[in-house]
């Protein structure tokens, strides 16, 4: 009984000793990763949200300016990536506990909670969350402004409507968009869609449709049918994965739509989109490192708009022709959203008014 | 007893390093240093004070469905539902814990969990009513269920119960309705002295008492135990009911002691992964601690791994699953510490 007992352990021991020995070969073959004690180098975390990288999105983009403040500005960065929303509070414990990040993103509004409970345990640890007000004295919060998001889009449409030579284009100056849910933000989303087009031609009929979800391209399409078939040529899209219907219905009506998020939508139907408004988290991601290296890192809400480049409208390889003068103009919008002498209006009420007082911008050949 | 007890030890031991192995090799296939991968789980899920208690509230909550499981299939039912009754035990406790107000903490908290325990429970026990009544399998039952709950859950926190924000998450639960932390920064919920007490309880009711016994003979053989007079139908169904209070349990804490509100698909896969430490326990009530802690270590480990190291977490899932796997064939195990004890005594006797 006792020798047999000893085997077990004999037999254990060379198993750890097998293990180590495995494990000691490679050791030389792939010890690699070297971590750099310099202070003076600036380190970031990024926890991205639950659709992880290779999103095409979202995730991706942060990603993308990370590495771009990599190599450009020579920071360090880690990032993970959470399974599910309960993992938040883990990943910022872990992030906070180590205590080496100047700076943790939260590129995720889910992870809000879990931050807004965690942030003040970590009071000299920076962080920063996106889509969502985190009150906190160390905690940086991205809120983008979705009027913005379609306000561009808004004006191309306005203003292209009124333009018959255009195929298929009608006499009606009928335009839509097709929003995701009905929430707050995408609302607003609506809203600034609305001004765009009423500013380019103030009796422009606005639609809007509401898919319910964002991951319902076929509903989209109905909706986007629905528009078409009662006069409007040209549908905008901030629905997310539902966006792909109203693009389809576009080719399908031979009609017309604009993108959302990526250039993708324009590649998916160059005959029929015209445009696509873009979001540039990427630079936004590299713009707070290179304020976390000056030292001017601010916290409290910062808003993502036209006005700071979050926003930009590109026409990529479309093959509907937009007027040179359209461009420009537009290009001057963006001028003046920049400098602030035009501020977009704040509820649907205020639109007619502000209009009236900004009635130099309306679009005509 | 004991030193049937001791070979199963040595075999568990066999299976973790022969997956360890298995997992070196598929780490350096993919171009990872397996060694510095292993430092760093270790270094994640052990290395310090923070990084135990992060393994811990992690081992807490697939300890409670390990449990779970184990109270299910003693009575002869597999409960793949628990994913399920974790979420209805939730969205459970964030109802009673957001819309109940006024009243003192030492009687809202344990209202939110009764409601809990009510509400999974009777989740559960459905999948038996179906099975005994209509002769339902409990399996594709309690998957479909399992979707019922998830998205019904979602569908609450996404609309009626929303919070307002981009979030899709209920408004956090009252303050007297909060499970205090048993530490703070990082935090561990009390939850885990649930745990424990449960795991007591559950264990002396199997070993020592009248009803403990009809489960493992309901569970053996259902037939022998009808016709030895016990009723197997009124067996499954508590024990049905146990488990889904049980993982709805774990839901609950979840909201009241981690998160302080529902999260629209809070489960990273905790109901999957109980079953897996269940069965890595041997169904042993005492065993499923460990087990439970061994996936916790490697859950936190492997967050870790995945900032430092830059390995995808699903090298650990991949990890996990060979643990596992190799236990479902212990015959494999059995088969190489024969061999390997051959040689030894061979080697011995020369040696002498």
């Known amino acids: ?365 | 007893m004991g030193k049937g007890n001791s070979n199963k030890v040595v075999i568990l031991i066999i299976s973790l390093f022969i997956s360890l192995i298995v997992g070196a090799v598929v780490f350096a296939m993919c171009g990872y240093s397996p060694l510095s991968a292993y430092i760093a789980i270790l270094k994640g899920g052990l290395g310090s004070r923070s990084s135990i208690i992060i393994s811990l509230s992690q081992t807490m909550i697939i300890a409670f469905m390990g449990l779970a499981y184990i109270t299910a299939i003693r009575a002869g039912i597999c409960n793949i539902g628990l994913e399920g009754q974790m979420y209805v035990g939730a969205i459970a406790a964030a109802i009673a814990g957001v819309y109940i107000k006024g009243i003192p903490s030492f009687i809202h908290v344990p209202l939110v969990l009764l409601m809990a325990i009510v509400a999974a429970g009777l989740w559960g026990m459905l999948v038996a009513v179906l099975k005994i009544r209509f002769g339902a399998n409990e399996i594709i039952t309690a998957i479909m269920l399992n979707f019922i709950a998830e998205n019904f859950t979602s569908y609450l926190v996404s609309g009626p119960m929303k919070v307002e924000g981009t979030v899709a998450q209920s408004e956090r639960v009252q303050d007297s309705a909060h499970l205090v932390n048993l530490v703070d920064t990082p935090q561990l919920s009390s939850g885990i002295l649930i745990f424990f007490f449960l795991t007591i309880i559950i264990f002396l009711i199997m070993k020592y008492t009248r009803f403990g016994f009809e489960v493992r003979v309901t569970g053996e053989n259902a037939l022998a135990a009808e016709t030895g007079g016990i009723s197997a139908k009124r067996t499954m169904s508590i024990a049905m009911f146990t488990s889904g209070a049980i993982a709805g349990l774990a839901g609950a804490i979840i909201v009241i002691g981690v998160n302080g509100r529902f999260i629209d698909g809070f489960s990273s896969g905790f109901g999957w992964d109980g079953i897996a430490v269940a069965s890595l326990a041997g169904l042993n009530v005492i065993g499923n601690i460990f087990s439970s802690f061994l996936f916790g270590v490697l859950r936190a480990g492997a967050t870790v791994v995945n900032r430092t190291a830059r390995i995808p977490y699903d090298f650990i899932v991949v990890i996990q699953a060979f643990i596992v796997l190799l236990l479902g064939c212990p015959k494999l195990s059995e088969d190489l510490y024969g061999k390997i004890r051959k040689i030894a005594v061979r080697k011995g006797k020369k040696d002498e």
């Open chain 1, 1 to 365: 009984m006792k020798n047999k007992n000893l085997y077990k352990v004999f037999f254990i021991i060379s198993l750890c000793l097998l293990l180590t020995a495995c494990g000691g070969k490679k050791i030389d073959s792939g010890g690699s990763s070297e971590k750099s004690n310099d202070k003076e180098v600036i380190k970031v975390g990024l926890i991205v949200g639950t659709g992880g990288l290779g999103d095409q999105n979202f995730n991706d983009l942060a990603y993308a300016g990370l590495k771009m403040a990599k190599d450009e500005l020579g920071i360090e960065f880690d990032y993970s990536e959470p399974q599910s929303a309960s993992d938040y509070a883990t990943y910022i414990t872990q992030y906070a506990e180590d205590g080496s990040y100047d700076l943790i993103m939260l590129n995720a509004s889910e992870a809000e909670s879990a931050l807004t409970e965690l942030a003040p345990n970590y009071p000299d640890q920076k962080f920063s969350i996106i889509d969502t007000m985190v009150d906190a004295e160390n905690v940086v919060s991205l809120v983008k402004d979705f009027r913005d998001y379609t306000f561009l889009g808004g004006y191309l449409a306005g203003a292209l409507t009124q333009d018959t030579s255009i195929e298929n284009m009608n006499e009606q100056h009928a335009v839509g968009i097709v929003i995701g849910v009905d929430s707050p933000v995408m609302q607003e989303g609506a809203l600034g869609f609305e001004a765009g087009a009423r500013l380019a031609c103030a009796d422009t009929d606005v639609r809007v449709g509401i898919v319910g979800a964002f991951d319902d391209p076929a509903t989209a399409k109905e909706i986007t049918k629905s528009i078409y078939d009662g006069g409007g040529d040209i549908v905008m899209t901030l629905a997310g994965g539902s966006s792909l219907g109203t693009i389809n219905q576009a080719k399908e009506s031979s009609l017309y739509a604009i993108g959302c998020t990526s250039e993708s939508p324009i590649s998916t139907a160059p005959d029929n989109v015209i445009a696509s408004s873009l979001e540039s988290l990427d630079s936004i991601v590299f713009s707070l490192c290179k304020d976390l290296i000056d030292g001017k890192l601010e916290y409290g809400e910062r808003s993502l708009g036209i006005y700071n480049g979050y926003f930009v409208i590109s026409y990529g390889e479309s093959n509907v022709p937009v007027p040179q003068t359209l461009k420009d103009k537009i290009n001057e919008l963006v001028g003046k959203l920049e400098s602030g002498e035009l501020v977009l209006p704040k509820t649907k009420n205020e639109i007619d008014s502000w209009i009236k007082d900004n009635s130099e911008y309306v679009y005509s050949e």
